[in-house]
């Protein structure tokens, strides 16, 4: 069984910073892409940026020059560096990891969801 245990969410003012954490645990033979995705109140849920197994990166225009996503394998966890927070980065804040695991071949797992809030 594979848990993924995301932290470090919270209520921030605009231009502030925060990390975000994301652990996978469990059985788990190997890790693919890992990500972290947004959604507003009102709205879908949105890709904020991802990174390869290799480590190559992409991110939303909207977070660009501005969120850092990192991995480190060894730990099985993807970080989210934000700095200069805005009010419209209010959101939940979820991890996704492509994962191998014993007996179900590749597959997506989710965080949990952790609430940023970024006030004006």
């Known amino acids: 069984q594979v848990h993924l245990v995301e932290s470090g969410g919270g209520l921030v003012q605009a231009g502030g910073s925060l990390r975000l954490s994301c652990a996978a645990s469990?059985?788990?033979?190997?890790?693919?892409?890992m990500g972290w995705y947004r959604q507003a109140p009102g709205k879908q849920r949105e890709l904020v940026a991802i990174i390869a197994s290799g480590g190559s990166t992409n991110y939303a225009n909207s977070v660009k020059g501005r969120f850092t996503i990192s991995r480190d394998n060894a730990k099985n966890t993807v970080y989210l560096q934000m700095n200069s927070l805005k009010p419209d980065d209010t959101a939940v804040y979820y991890c996704?990891?492509?994962?191998?695991?014993?007996?179900?071949?590749?597959?997506?797992?989710w965080g949990q969801g952790t609430q940023v809030t970024v006030s004006s």
């Open positions: 469990g059985s788990i033979f190997s890790i693919n892409a």
């Open positions: 996704n990891i492509g994962l191998l695991v014993p007996g179900s071949g590749w597959s997506d797992y």
